[in-house]
């Protein structure tokens, strides 16, 4: 009998471990925020051309040109210019050569690896993507739910594409900075013609005629 007594705690050990196990961490977030947020990476593309006070030749221009078409340069791309002899004529020509794609030219540039070389000046796209890491997730290893928790892939979904739609990955880390100045002239142009339009029965009743028709004999 003290066999079995030892042998029936041991297996009820083993159940609770078990029972623990499932209803681990997998059903801990009962608010509706989702933790599966978007993640924003960015990545850095280097070019470096010969460059002088003068700015870039016809050659390296093209060379500017044809890669910003290889790296299919679109909007949400950041591109900037690290030049050692910062000239200015350099520094118009990328970004005429950007200006072709819609692109300015951003003040600054980041850190990148390598040391320019004296004589050239290094042309850099930094670009930006969006994902939802771990989504879509079904890690559910039971369906209690004792905690009303969300389930572990709620907001995969919605944030998935939400990363995959927008146009600026960068936007989702921080907005687009507005100038202050809001106009509304136009959003209540038609309001204002409504309320100002002086009503159709406002006027005076046209006379009618009395006169009718001659008849015939």
């Not at 066999?3 to 961490?25: D, E, N, V």
């Not at 004296?118 to 004792?146: F, L, M």
């Amino acid at each position: 009998m003290t066999i079995k007594r030892h042998i029936a705690g041991a297996l009820a050990l083993t159940l609770g471990l078990s029972a623990a196990a499932c209803t681990g961490p997998a059903w801990d977030n009962a608010s509706l925020n989702s933790v599966r947020q978007p993640v924003v990476a960015r990545t850095t593309y280097t070019l470096d051309v010969a460059s002088n006070y003068d700015g870039l030749s016809i050659p390296e221009q093209q060379r500017v040109a044809g890669w910003f078409d290889a790296m299919s340069l679109r909007y949400g791309d950041r591109v900037s210019i690290d030049d050692p002899v910062a000239s200015g004529a350099t520094k118009a020509a990328v970004a005429a050569i950007a200006a072709r794609h819609g692109i300015l030219l951003a003040d600054g540039a980041p850190v990148t690896e390598g040391q320019v070389q004296p004589g050239t000046a290094r042309v850099v796209i930094t670009r930006s993507t969006a994902s939802v890491p771990n989504c879509p997730n079904w890690d559910r290893k039971t369906d209690t739910n004792y905690a009303n928790a969300t389930a572990p892939g709620y907001g995969c979904a919605i944030n998935s594409n939400m990363a995959a739609m927008v146009a600026n990955p960068e936007d989702l880390l921080k907005g687009q900075a507005g100038t202050g100045e809001t106009v509304i002239m136009s959003s209540t142009k038609a309001i204002t013609t409504y309320r100002e339009k002086e009503p159709t029965g406002s006027g005076a009743l046209k006379a009618a005629g009395t006169s009718g028709g001659s008849g015939g004999n």
